[in-house]
């Protein structure tokens, strides 16, 4: 399998689980929503990744390997979003395992924010993929 065949692969499954987030938000499931989220972000950056041909370690939270990739390579990617980027992704990352076996409560207004964060890293991730592929 080649690295782009790959990160079709992820990009596929980061908009399937994507595709859960709505259910769970409208069952109610703050905890299972966040848990989603923070699998979205990991799958469109690990599919990023994977296009630029870089190894990644095998953690929840790949998006400093990201961030010192695109630095190196000087593929231009705004320094805000990633510094959002880096603190959203952290804190879903904290928060998957204790969210997903109940060991903490995610409020309403904190599943949804998780859930629109997503969203915004799903849309940057296809847009950066056709950059990455335009060149």
């Known amino acids: 399998m080649t690295n782009g065949e790959r990160a079709d692969r ?3 499954e980061a908009q399937a689980v994507a595709e859960e987030l709505s259910g769970a938000l409208s069952r109610g499931r703050w905890n299972l929503a966040a848990r989603r989220a923070q699998e979205v972000v990991e799958l469109v950056v690990k599919a990023l990744l994977n296009e630029m041909g870089t190894e990644y370690p095998r953690v929840h939270d790949v998006v400093p390997t990201f961030a010192d990739t695109v ?10 979003f990633l510094d959002w ?3 959203f992704s952290s804190g879903l990352s904290e928060i998957r395992g204790p969210a997903f076996y109940h060991e903490i409560g ?5 599943a949804r ?5 997503a969203a915004r890293v799903l849309a940057f991730g ?3 993929l ?3 592929r335009a060149r």
């Open 113 to 117: 924010a998780a859930v629109d964060g």
């Open 106 to 110: 995610v409020a309403e207004a904190e």
């Open 126 to 128: 296809l847009d950066f």
């Open 130 to 132: 056709a950059r990455l």
């Open 10 to 12: 992820l990009f596929a």
């Open 71 to 80: 630095r190196q390579r000087g593929v231009d990617v705004d320094s805000a």
């Open 85 to 87: 980027l880096h603190g």
